[in-house]
């Protein structure tokens, strides 16, 4: 087998994928001769944490670091990721991941704050909180896969489930605005649309984050049948993968924002009282 083979690794590694471990093998040694004492680990969270990972997901990354990432470290750091998804085979082009400051990953006080970032397909890197949230911190202290370092135990704070449901009715009141960038009439976007409502519905039940697919298999069993076809729509369509040139199943798109509406009214009726 190839290193730019994508398919399963026979040999057990980090993930079920011998180029894509190449591929984190090579960040890995590569940002910690760039951070030097200011490395501390690198960890996987995200699909390839929390499960069902397959060639269709991405793969989410963290790196903490000690202090503040000094200009050259920045520079160094930039030009490592405008490289790697030059590499040939399918996983170089796959990463997403931030390098977060050890100390604002550790608790909920440090949310909100800027972390060095490289979004899922991009070269180009970027200041940004995406990776700042309470379900990350949930994601790689409960199902971490480290790649080097310590245990993510030492390094985030437990995120209870009271934190994270009330991320999720956050998450469902502002799903609309938040997720403006998303085209509905494109058949990638509407399937995301729909496993990320059945997201925030399984940790709202659970206080937990699972993978998309398990979210999905959940709500199947779980909500209304009005529901039952749009969820399996989703699920079966998997397979088609980044079809970004595709439009969705016809009715698709008027049940999805339906769903939204009926995620946003089920979230708001869980609001706690005072």
Known sequence: MSDNDPRPDPHPGPTPFAELNEV???????????????????YLQGSFAVGDADLHSDCDFLIP????????????????????????????RHLEGSYPDS???????????????VDHGSRTMEWSTHCNTEVVRWSLRERGVTL?????????????????????RAYARDFSADHAWLDYDVAWSQ?????????ILHTLETGRVTSKRAALLWAADHLDRQWSGLIRQS??????????DDPPRPGSVERTAAFAEYVRATAGATQEAP
Do not use: K, S
């Open 24 to 42: 984190l093998r090579e960040l890995t040694e590569r940002a910690a001769r760039i951070l030097g004492d200011n490395f501390v680990g690198a």
């Open 65 to 92: 670091v000690r202090g503040p990432v000094t200009p050259d470290q920045e520079a160094a750091l930039r030009a490592l990721h405008d490289e790697i998804p030059t590499h040939p085979g399918h996983w170089p």
């Open 103 to 117: 100390t604002a990953l550790r608790g909920l006080e440090g949310l909100g704050r800027p972390w060095l970032f």
């Open 148 to 168: 080097t370092g310590p245990d993510p135990r030492e390094l985030v704070d437990p995120v209870g489930p009271d934190v994270l449901r009330a991320r999720m």
């Open 191 to 199: 399937r995301y649309a729909v496993t990320g409502l059945c997201r």
């Open 235 to 244: 699920l079966d369509d998997r397979r088609r993968g980044l079809d970004f």
